[in-house]
């Protein structure tokens, strides 16, 4: 079998000091259109000063000339270090600096994760463009308040501007907006210094060093995940002696077969196969979201988790050591029934029918992009924690293979324990971007180690004149022939190989392609994030039986939450600490219209809505016009229309320009597929072999 990667592991890195030669800039750009964003009006970049009293300073230009922004960079040639400019919402900021580039020729390389832009790299002034958004996870007038900005510095109110044609500003209004541009950057300038030093404190990673909040959390993690060698790692390793007497249960006589030897690896040392990876990944699901019920609902509860991934990885045990695949029925049924306290854990596929009479099945299951929970008769790759409560449920299981990992450890219990530590350490009230901060340190960990090692990316380069483009079509459906080729080999797949040339608006010429490429890297441990979300999915279901069992029937759940009447909420297992559980919201009256959509109103009378993938300025427009629970209810079913405003730049260049802004609407089908709703009653049940629509039918071996 073709080998994944050749060389992949996990070690404990060393703490570094923070990196003091590096200098780091804030950027904003304001323009005369609002979030239409289409024509600059001023832009501002704070940074430090060299001199012998360091002094914070402001380089300001109008329009989008940027020449003077980019040779304070100065050339590569006499940088040791990239300087690190961070921009609040980076792709409305930087797509503007991106024109500047593509009209003046100057290369540059964007990183994306999914649709976001991350980072901006112009290589030839060594300048990297990094988006806060993604560390702060809030906008910028709140975390000035959150790590206690100078009052001075805060955003002034220019927001009657964006109401008005930019012809009718007056000398004031402009003289206004400049002061607001400059005390956005003075003030995220404030926001990064105490976030690089609370991010040093807690994890003795330096924020510079990173890109991203999985990378800086990643970092962390292999700096506080303690001195026992846990972590798979993933090469050939001579016996050590040191840490078999760290650790000698994993580290045996056994494992020995003489100095020198070939054979003589510890129990870690492997290389990961495509159908070792392959396998592990079809066993992998997000959290459970479902609604039960289509009534309207009075006098209702919605409960949240404490930090529930983070539970589950301080809690429980995880797989490590080199897996092997079995087919022995009766070692695979040990596995399942836990026969003794040393069980090992495993990714096992089965042949399983659940017990038809269950209102909230346990195993979840993947039709096209649809996960859902159904009672039907599946083979499929689950993990042997959940097989074990499935059988416990009543559910006939007939195992077929088995990827089992020869020993366990609870690898995550000291950095998840230390992070917690810091998190009850800062008040949220005095200190909530340092208590915030702490959080996502532990909430974001589990998901890095599931990236995808074949990765699918969209490319894009401009060009002067149609010639140029031309000859480089040519060229690049050469290179991604030959591309093609070897990965249908490596890895039996076709990558998505499109050329397309458009003219844009500059008059240059954007030719794009798509790429799949091999990215194997030490923390791509997919099984982590398996059995973390598999922990998190058992526990949210032993939940639901227990209400259950107690005459309760849960109205909706969504991953770390469910809504029951309030009457019962002496019922739920309630406390602060982590993994407990608290009241988020009491609702008056409340209507489920689909996952992740729903209005209510609170208590107190407010009105309240969740509708997933409605931009926020449209949301709060219905909410600002509708005065009663009704009105709320025809206004989001009927469609809705949004604001014109940026595009992203993904989307932009589909549309053949760099900056690109858009008016959309939007229509929620509130279509309920993932149970058997009954239209007359409103209740629902959850499908099997003889209710489930022809389209969810599942293939009967995994793809």
């Known amino acids: 079998m073709t080998e994944l990667r050749k060389k992949a592991y996990l070690t404990d890195l060393r703490p570094i000091n923070q990196l003091l030669g590096i200098k780091f800039y804030t950027f904003d750009v304001e323009t005369k259109d609002g979030l239409i964003g289409d024509n600059i009006f001023c832009w501002s970049l704070a940074y430090f000063k060299r001199g012998y009293h360091e002094q914070l300073s ?40 991106i024109n500047y580039c593509v009209v003046h020729d ?86 990064i210094r105490k976030l690089r030093n609370t991010i040093f404190e807690i994890s003795k990673v330096d924020l510079l060093s990173v890109i991203s909040i999985s990378q800086l959390t990643l970092k962390a993690f292999r700096i506080n995940m303690g001195t026992n060698p ?41 290389t990961i196969r495509h159908l070792e990876y392959d396998f592990v990944r079809l066993a992998y699901f997000g959290g459970k979201c479902e609604l039960y019920n289509l009534n309207p609902l009075e006098n209702m509860a919605y409960f949240d988790r404490n930090s529930m991934f983070p539970a589950e990885m301080y809690n429980n045990d995880y797989p490590i050591g080199m897996p092997y695949f079995s087919k022995d029925r009766s070692r695979i049924w040990r596995i399942i029934k ?118 699918r990316q969209m490319q894009y380069k401009f ?3 149609l010639i140029k483009s031309t000859d480089f079509v040519t060229k690049k459906e050469k290179e991604l022939k030959d591309k093609r080729s070897k990965l249908e080999k490596k890895f039996d797949m076709v990558p998505y190989v499109g050329i397309k040339e458009r003219p844009i608006t500059i008059g240059k010429y954007r030719v794009e ?103 926020r300025n449209a949301l709060k427009k219905i909410m600002k016009n509708v005065k009663s629970f009704e009105e709320l209810e025809k206004e989001v079913r009927k469609r809705i229309e949004i604001d014109e405003r940026y595009c992203k730049f993904s989307q932009s260049c589909h549309y053949g320009e760099v900056i690109y802004s858009k008016t959309s609407t939007k229509k929620f089908s509130f279509e309920n597929l993932k149970r058997n709703f009954d239209k007359n009653t409103g209740l629902s049940e959850p499908y099997n072999d003889e209710t489930i629509p022809e389209e969810f039918i599942i293939p009967e071996k995994p793809l």
């Not at 922004?69 to 409305?92: Q, R």
């Not at 927001?159 to 002061?179: Q, V």
């Not at 070939?262 to 129990?267: I, R, S, T, V």
């Not at 659940?354 to 993947?366: G, T």
């Open 58 to 97: 402001i380089l300001t230009g109008k329009n989008a000339d940027f020449k003077s922004l980019l040779d304070l960079f100065g050339s590569k040639k006499h940088k040791t270090h990239w300087s690190i400019v961070y921009a609040h919402n980076m792709e409305f900021d930087v797509r503007h600096i």
């Open 106 to 191: 100057i290369s540059y390389n964007e990183i994306r994760s999914g649709s976001n832009m991350i980072s901006v790299e112009i290589e030839c002034f060594k300048v990297k463009f990094i988006d806060s958004v993604q560390f702060l996870k809030e906008g910028q007038e709140k975390a000035e308040f959150s790590w206690n900005v100078n009052p001075e510095l805060r955003k002034i109110d220019c927001s009657d501007l964006w109401n008005k044609n930019f012809k009718n500003w007056s000398n004031s209004d402009k003289k206004r907006l400049i002061e607001h541009n400059k005390n956005d950057v003075l003030a995220l300038h404030e926001i």
């Open 230 to 270: 846990l972590i798979p790692e993933y090469k050939t390793n001579l016996f050590d002696k040191r840490k078999a007497l760290i650790n000698p249960f994993l580290y045996t006589k056994k494992n020995i077969k003489g100095k020198g030897s070939k054979k003589q690896k510890h129990p870690f040392s492997y």
């Open 338 to 455: 836990k026969t003794h306290k040393n069980t090992k854990l495993a990714i096992i596929r089965a042949k399983i029918t659940p017990r038809k009479d269950n209102n909230f099945p346990l195993l979840p299951i993947r039709s096209g992009q649809k996960v859902m929970f159904t009672n039907q008769t599946r083979i499929w790759n689950y993990t042997s924690v959940e097989l074990y409560e499935a059988w416990k449920d009543g559910a006939k299981i007939e195992p077929l293979k088995a990827l089992i990992y020869p020993a366990k450890a609870k690898i995550f219990r000291n950095y998840i324990g230390k992070m917690y530590e810091f998190r009850k350490k800062f008040s949220k009230e005095i200190d909530s971007g340092k208590n915030m901060m702490a959080k996502y340190f532990m909430n974001t960990l589990y998901g890095k180690f599931a990236q995808r090692m074949v990765q």
């Open 463 to 465: 060009f002067n004149n």
């Open 513 to 615: 392609w798509m790429e799949k490429r091999e990215s194997g890297k030490p923390f791509m441990i997919t099984h982590l994030s398996v059995f973390t979300t598999a922990y998190a999915r058992i526990n949210l279901w032993k939940l639901q039986m227990k209400l259950q069992n107690e005459g309760i029937t849960t109205k909706y759940c969504d991953t770390d939450s469910l809504v029951i009447p309030i009457k019962y909420k002496d019922k739920m297992p309630l406390g602060k600490e982590l993994g407990d559980w608290k009241i988020e919201a009491e609702f008056k009256r409340v209507k489920f219209l689909a996952p992740k959509a729903y209005i209510a109103e609170l208590m107190d009378g407010k009105l309240f809505s969740k509708l997933k993938g409605l931009d």
